[in-house]
């Protein structure tokens, strides 16, 4: 926040104004918005410079101020403050104290920095990166703030390296379900992300698209039944007629479908989750979704075959 600011009082004259603002400018390097204000300096408004020199007889300005103005508290946050003035188109936006007084302005240029910050933050946490990277940073430092996620990846691939043990006998007697293993984890880890990415960027920008959490997942659900259909048939219709082992092309179809609806809802549940217990929501797009995703498709995946091939 910057203190230094036009502000001109609510009684004064367009005279008097003007020649305030003339004396005040000296120290601003561009005046964007002048502020209206009481005698006890509580913002009541916003003043408009063509007003001022269109109608210059005015005896009192209290007539040509803009109420309807847009404020942020002294305790508001950095991202508020963005998705403010990104909602509104502002260049400019009053500071003001509990009861109102005015305390400060922030401008544009301030705020592409706190949007460029928290961008570059967001796209860490989706890569699995939990700590800030400089490019002074050594090579023990960048290590380390990868660590935690690839921590979980790695007792992710474990979890689901035994479930593929628990089911080695499947595997022993159609060895070709293996070959589509890598196909279900890679769509149900690509829709978790997309889901979650969707939702993260709604939260991040303030969007009020939907007024419900059920609304949101009805929305996403609907669109997860739409593309699982779709690749579920493709798959269907690709094993169909290059495969042959009409039981293995159920269990494929039917399993892809499952995971990717599932993937797609707990990819919307998971960032209105962490958002409602103020968490960042960011940590959901990355190789949290994805793992977990990869483990819960292994174990449809086997419990599907298992059913159609009646392996006990």
């Known amino acids: 926040m910057a203190k230094e600011l036009v502000a001109v009082n609510e009684n004064w004259t367009v005279q008097t104004c003007l020649k305030e603002i003339s004396i005040q400018a000296e120290d601003i390097d561009e005046i964007y918005y002048v502020y209206v204000v009481d005698d006890n300096f509580v913002l009541k408004g916003v003043l408009s410079l063509k007003m001022l020199i269109m ?18 508290r002294t305790d508001a946050s950095q991202e508020e403050v963005a998705q403010i003035m990104e909602k509104y188109d502002l260049v400019a936006l ?24 928290e961008a570059d933050k967001d796209y860490q946490m ?16 960048r290590a380390w703030i990868r660590i935690p996620w690839l921590f979980i990846g790695m007792v992710g691939g474990i979890i689901g390296a035994g479930v593929l043990g628990s089911h080695s006998s499947q595997l022993e007697q159609i060895p070709a379900m293996a070959f589509f293993i890598p196909l279900i984890a890679a769509m149900a880890g690509n829709v978790g ?3 979650s990415s969707i ?28 593309i699982a259909f779709l690749f ?3 798959i269907f219709v690709y094993n169909y007629f290059f495969n042959g082992n009409m039981r293995l092309t159920y269990s494929v179809s039917i399993t892809l479908f499952i995971v990717m609806i599932f993937a797609s809802v707990f990819g919307t549940v998971i960032p209105l989750v962490l958002n409602k217990f103020k968490i960042d929501p960011a ?5 949290f979704i994805t793992t977990t995703n990869d483990i819960l498709g292994l174990l449809i995946y086997m419990t599907v075959a298992q059913m159609f091939f009646k392996i006990l």
């Not at 989706?126 to 430092?141: L, R």
Request: glycine share 8%.
């Open 55 to 72: 109608k210059p007889t005015l005896t009192v300005i209290k007539s040509m101020v803009t109420e309807d103005v847009h404020f942020v």
């Open 94 to 117: 009053p500071v003001v104290d509990q009861i109102g007084r005015l305390k400060g302005r922030i401008t544009i240029d301030d705020v592409l920095d706190i949007i460029r910050e």
């Open 126 to 141: 989706a890569s699995g990166i939990s700590g800030d990277v400089d490019a002074g940073d050594n090579v023990f430092q």
């Open 193 to 195: 992300v997309q889901s």
């Open 199 to 226: 939702i993260v960027q709604s939260i991040a920008s303030g969007t009020r698209n939907f007024d419900s959490v059920g609304r949101k997942l009805f929305k996403e659900l609907t669109v997860a039944f739409s």
């Open 232 to 234: 579920a048939t493709l």
């Open 283 to 287: 940590v959901a797009t990355g190789p």
